[in-house]
């Protein structure tokens, strides 16, 4: 069974999230999405995003994802892997 991934307020921008909660969320991507490495980042003067890469960049299927909502990228990573199931 897939890890949870914690849920956050949708409007709850990532700068305003404690520490540990992006902790805790960045530590559920990476056991649910393996072939990922996940990272939160100030992105110029756009503020902090969710960033996705993917670990091997020659293999099929998304390889960056940058987001200010955890939902999307979940839903975007979802999709790769329903595309891409091995």
């Known amino acids: 069974m ?8 949708e409007l709850a ?3 305003d999230l404690r520490h540990d909660d992006i902790a805790m969320a960045l530590g559920s991507l990476h056991a649910r ?3 990922f490495r996940f990272r939160v ?14 670990i091997k960049g020659l293999d099929p299927g ?8 955890l939902a999307e990228l979940r839903d975007a990573l ?9």
């Open 2 to 9: 897939a890890p949870e991934l914690p849920v956050f307020d």
């Open 13 to 15: 921008d990532v700068a």
């Open 33 to 35: 999405y393996p072939a």
């Open 41 to 54: 980042a100030e992105v110029g003067w756009l503020g902090c995003r969710w960033i996705a890469e993917r």
């Open 62 to 69: 998304l390889h960056t994802m940058i987001t200010v909502d």
């Open 78 to 86: 979802d999709q790769d892997e329903a595309r891409h199931a091995r």
